[in-house]
């Protein structure tokens, strides 16, 4: 078979179209590889930034969350100033005082009682000269928001013996019957709605039983409830007063010299208590003579004399 050779100037055309070949195809395969490399130079690169950004969200995870705890821990700070606020406290105080005129002191409390927005509860005042000194108790009631200022001015009005004041707490006894009021309230008004659904007598007479003794029942309770406002609005002092003591009675003598002075003091009572009713009776005694003796006399010149005859015995017959 005759063999075809090709012109010279085709052979360089076709080397020359497989040399572009081949470079084409080398430096495919270097962009690849470079690729690669890049892509795991650049995997290599990010997974620092990776884990920086990871601790930085972890950080700001934990500022978060001291963050919170910090305003959990002011809320919860905060929230105890209202709590302490809220408690339902019942006051009350005890004042002795040393004055110079009860009458006037109690007068001046009065005035501050007044003056304080309150009123005199209970008042007993003593001025017996007889006795060794004046005394009084008065007991006023001031709204509790100006309890010390009460007693700064009851103070006043006096020297200061003593003074007291205790507080309770009825916060827990408060809630509670609060908290009773509430259901007992719910309850009546479940009643009143099976009463109007009742369609017997005999289960309107039962409902009618068990709402009267729920309702006395609230009533109870909300009078405790109103009780316990009294107590945490209103504050009672009470104020004793007295003046100073007089001297110390002295102590009664004894013995024979003693009882000789008694016995002579009883003894001019006596006489003393004798003459004095006789003064009293005599003006009777001579109004009375002065009526009766001519009276007297009167009649006994009146009086007819009787005349007694001796009657002559009766002869003797003769023999």
Do not use: H, N
């Not at 709402?211 to 109870?220: G, I, M, T, V, Y």
């Not at 007819?304 to 003769?318: D, G, H, I, K």
């Amino acid at each position: 078979m005759p063999t075809t050779s090709l012109p010279p100037s085709r052979r360089l055309a076709a080397a020359l179209a497989a040399g572009v070949l081949c470079v084409s195809a080398l430096a495919a395969c270097s962009a690849s590889d470079s690729g690669a490399s890049s892509s795991a130079a650049g995997g290599a690169a990010d997974a620092p930034a990776a884990s920086v950004e990871a601790r930085d969200q972890a950080a700001t995870a934990v500022d978060q969350q001291g963050t919170g705890s910090k305003a959990a821990a002011g809320g919860a700070s905060a929230a105890v100033v209202p709590a302490v606020a809220e408690r339902k406290l019942a006051r009350r105080a005890d004042v002795s005082l040393e004055v110079g005129d009860v009458a006037r002191a109690a007068s001046t409390l009065r005035a501050v009682a007044t003056r304080q927005g309150g009123l005199v509860v209970a008042e007993e005042v003593s001025s017996d000269p007889a006795a060794q000194g004046s005394w009084g108790t008065l007991t006023i009631s001031v709204p509790t928001a100006k309890l010390d200022a009460t007693l700064d001015e009851v103070g006043k009005a006096g020297k200061v013996l003593s003074r007291q004041t205790s507080t309770d707490d009825v916060t827990g006894q408060y809630v509670d019957t609060a908290a009773r009021v509430e259901t007992m309230k719910a309850s009546v008004e479940r009643v009143r709605l099976l009463m109007g659904r009742a369609d017997k007598l005999a289960d309107v007479v039962s409902l009618e039983a068990e709402l009267s003794r729920r309702q006395a029942d609230l009533e109870s309770m909300e009078e405790q409830l109103a009780a316990l406002d009294d107590q945490v609005s209103l504050s009672p002092v009470t104020v004793r007063l007295a003046t100073k003591a007089g001297a110390a009675p002295m102590e009664e003598p004894t013995g024979f010299v003693a009882g000789l002075a008694a016995g002579w003091t009883a003894f001019t009572r006596s006489v003393q208590l004798v003459l004095t009713l006789l003064g009293a009776v005599l003006p009777f005694g001579v109004a009375a003579a002065l009526v009766l003796v001519p009276l007297v006399a009167w009649l006994r010149r009146r009086r007819p004399v009787a005349v007694t005859t001796a009657q002559t015995p009766p002869a003797a017959p003769s023999a």
